[in-house]
């Protein structure tokens, strides 16, 4: 009855704004239909924050509904969606407490740290034993199967080098603050007990998938690291990155190396129940070569652009909600990269049951081919009328013991 209750009044509320869009075009002043636009979503929001299950929300639905959350931790890799669903991170394997947000000697670290536990060879499911900041001294150097779960505690990595998942797999990242990412130094760092080496400088991103596979990056607040949020590159695949809040960013999220990199061609991400929130930019994402589900996400801000791309890539852009900036000459949703129109009229991006505000406009291309469609297509879309519900949850929850998460 309750999700019945959910998507009636996210009905009414879509019907609502799209009403306010269409009379934009009645209005001089066009910004205060924008700022009345965005009242409406943060009330939304506000309504429907303390509704934790039954919002419509495959992931949340899974798991947040479970009072004893605390204790069944590991089933949260059973709710994984999308190309990353087979990222199980560390739930085969003990939980790891951290206990020191020490990050004392990138080589041998100590105990009970973040950077011991990464580490390890076996799989851990990595929790907090209170509130903590980690500024690293080096980027986070993971190892496969493994979990960092920051639910019941507030976690931010901060203030340093921060994530990196390089040419490994089975990683799932939940529940982090992670933000203010610097580049990290030319340094020994440690990636496993048996080895380490030297590090060249790392790009600051808050979190970089490098050469990895089956990775799961969700309910995280990212915002203002060095380069990207998160990118994923050099032949990366199986990804899911959902739930997200992303704010007050430049270049948001780069899903493939370069033009020349043909191995991104196989890469395949979704991109799920995000909110793209104040101060981005663009590249929401930037894509290249590859295939990528764009899905059910909240764009309520862009300076530039929303979805971009260079290199043929696929794009399947579906459910979505776009607020489009109130400057006249910024309303597109998409940028075609690099290429005279001639050749990225070929290139497959479709826009399906998308809802567009003020103005918000998605260039379509291609051919429509339904093979290529096929490899970007990994959750059916859930209509944008639901997408206050949805998203209301985005970014770190507040997670306590002893109750709904």
């Given at each position: 009855?309750?999700?019945?209750?959910?998507?009636?009044?996210s009905?009414?509320?879509?019907?609502?704004?799209?009403?306010?869009?269409?009379?934009?075009?009645?209005?001089?002043?066009?910004?205060?239909?924008?700022?009345?636009?965005?009242?409406?979503?943060?009330?939304?929001?506000?309504?429907?924050?303390?509704?934790?299950?039954?919002?419509?929300?495959?992931?949340?639905?899974?798991?947040?509904?479970?009072?004893?959350?605390?204790?069944?931790?590991?089933?949260l890799?059973?709710?994984?969606?999308?190309f990353?669903?087979?990222?199980?991170?560390?739930?085969?394997?003990?939980?790891?407490?951290?206990?020191?947000?020490?990050?004392?000697?990138?080589?041998?670290?100590?105990?009970?740290?973040?950077?011991?536990?990464?580490?390890?060879?076996?799989?851990?499911?990595?929790?907090?034993?209170?509130?903590?900041?980690?500024?690293?001294?080096?980027?986070?150097?993971?190892?496969?199967?493994?979990?960092?779960?920051?639910?019941?505690?507030?976690?931010?990595?901060?203030?340093?080098?921060?994530?990196?998942?390089?040419?490994?797999?089975?990683?799932?990242?939940?529940?982090?603050?992670?933000?203010d990412?610097?580049?990290?130094?030319?340094?020994?760092?440690?990636?496993?007990?048996?080895?380490?080496?030297?590090?060249?400088?790392?790009?600051?991103?808050?979190?970089?998938?490098?050469?990895?596979?089956?990775v799961w990056?969700?309910?995280?607040?990212?915002?203002?690291?060095?380069?990207?949020?998160?990118?994923?590159?050099?032949?990366?695949?199986?990804i899911?990155?959902?739930?997200?809040?992303?704010?007050?960013?430049?270049?948001?999220?780069?899903?493939?190396?370069?033009?020349?990199?043909?191995?991104?061609?196989?890469?395949?991400?979704?991109?799920?129940?995000?909110h793209?929130?104040?101060?981005?930019?663009?590249r929401?994402?930037?894509?290249?070569?590859?295939?990528?589900?764009?899905?059910?996400?909240?764009?309520?801000?862009?300076?530039?652009?929303?979805?971009?791309?260079?290199?043929?890539?696929?794009?399947?852009?579906?459910?979505?909600?776009?607020?489009?900036?109130?400057?006249?000459f910024?309303?597109?949703?998409?940028?075609?990269?690099?290429?005279?129109?001639?050749?990225?009229?070929?290139?497959?991006?479709?826009?399906?049951?998308?809802?567009?505000?003020n103005?918000?406009?998605?260039?379509?291309?291609?051919?429509?081919?339904?093979?290529?469609?096929?490899?970007?297509?990994?959750?059916?879309a859930?209509?944008?009328?639901?997408?206050?519900?949805?998203?209301?949850?985005?970014?770190?929850?507040?997670?306590?013991?002893?109750?709904?998460?």
């Amino acid at each position: 009855m309750a999700f019945i209750s959910i998507s009636v009044i996210s009905l009414i509320f879509c019907l609502l704004i799209q009403s306010l869009a269409a009379s934009s075009s009645r209005v001089q002043d066009t910004e205060l239909v924008v700022q009345e636009v965005h009242t409406q979503l943060n009330a939304s929001r506000r309504k429907l924050g303390f509704l934790s299950c039954n919002t419509g929300n495959p992931i949340d639905d899974c798991w947040r509904c479970d009072a004893n959350w605390e204790r069944n931790r590991q089933k949260l890799a059973d709710c994984a969606i999308g190309f990353g669903k087979n990222a199980i991170g560390g739930r085969d394997g003990k939980i790891y407490v951290v206990t020191d947000s020490g990050d004392y000697d990138v080589v041998n670290p100590k105990p009970g740290t973040l950077r011991h536990a990464v580490i390890q060879q076996e799989p851990l499911w990595i929790i907090f034993a209170r509130d903590m900041v980690i500024q690293l001294k080096e980027e986070l150097i993971m190892n496969s199967f493994k979990t960092i779960d920051g639910r019941g505690a507030s976690v931010h990595i901060a203030g340093g080098p921060c994530i990196t998942i390089q040419y490994v797999t089975n990683i799932i990242i939940h529940g982090i603050h992670i933000h203010d990412c610097k580049q990290g130094g030319n340094a020994m760092v440690r990636s496993s007990p048996k080895h380490f080496g030297w590090r060249t400088i790392s790009d600051g991103d808050g979190v970089s998938i490098f050469g990895g596979s089956h990775v799961w990056v969700d309910h995280c607040s990212l915002l203002n690291c060095h380069d990207g949020l998160i990118d994923a590159i050099q032949g990366s695949t199986a990804i899911t990155i959902s739930n997200n809040h992303m704010t007050h960013h430049e270049k948001v999220m780069l899903l493939g190396h370069s033009d020349s990199y043909n191995e991104d061609k196989n890469m395949q991400v979704t991109i799920a129940f995000n909110h793209f929130g104040e101060g981005l930019v663009q590249r929401m994402p930037r894509c290249r070569h590859g295939y990528f589900h764009v899905v059910n996400n909240d764009y309520t801000h862009w300076e530039m652009y929303a979805i971009g791309g260079s290199a043929a890539p696929t794009i399947n852009s579906q459910g979505n909600r776009f607020l489009a900036p109130n400057e006249r000459f910024k309303k597109e949703v998409t940028k075609h990269e690099d290429a005279p129109e001639s050749e990225w009229k070929n290139w497959n991006w479709r826009s399906e049951g998308d809802l567009m505000l003020n103005g918000a406009y998605f260039i379509p291309s291609g051919a429509g081919a339904s093979s290529s469609y096929a490899r970007a297509s990994s959750l059916g879309a859930k209509p944008s009328s639901l997408i206050s519900s949805i998203t209301s949850g985005a970014g770190a929850l507040n997670c306590r013991k002893g109750s709904h998460c």
